[in-house]
């Protein structure tokens, strides 16, 4: 198993930045490939972003692509989304997720595709 705690969110205005960080437990975190999602009030949970077990693949919705970078440091067994250009319908809770399923250079699109979540971060955009 792994467990995962986010941090970084916050309270931002309109047209800026923050950076997200998911730190892992264990000594496997370069087994799993991990994403980040996000869930805003009445709204379903969505991955937004997702990297392969070593890095080399990203996925991107398209409601934050060119906006948001995911990267990982699997010697920090730590994951970070970097949003800049920040919209107030960036506003929600965002969670970290991990999953040991998949290909080395598989990514992880559905919440589905995700067994292990942290316990969230809010991020909220005023405009």
């Known amino acids: 198993q792994v467990q995962l705690v986010e941090s970084g969110g916050g309270l931002v205005q309109a047209g800026g930045s923050l950076r997200l960080s998911c730190a892992a437990s264990?000594?496997?975190?370069?087994?799993?490939?991990m994403g980040w999602s996000r869930q805003a009030p009445g709204k379903e949970r969505e991955i937004v972003a997702a990297?392969?077990?070593?890095?080399?693949?990203?996925y991107y919705a398209d409601s934050v692509k060119g906006r948001f970078t995911i990267s990982r440091d699997n010697a920090k067994n730590t994951v970070y989304l970097q949003m800049n250009s920040l919209k107030p319908e960036d506003t929600a809770v965002y969670y970290c997720?991990?999953?040991?399923?998949?290909?080395?250079?598989?990514?992880?699109?559905?919440?589905?595709?995700?067994?292990?979540w942290g316990q969230g971060t809010q991020v909220t955009v005023s405009s």
């Open positions: 264990g000594r496997t975190f370069s087994s799993y490939r």
């Open positions: 997720a991990a999953d040991r399923d998949g290909g080395w250079l598989q990514v992880g699109t559905e919440t589905d595709d995700y067994d292990y």
């Open positions: 990297i392969s077990r070593g890095g080399f693949n990203t």
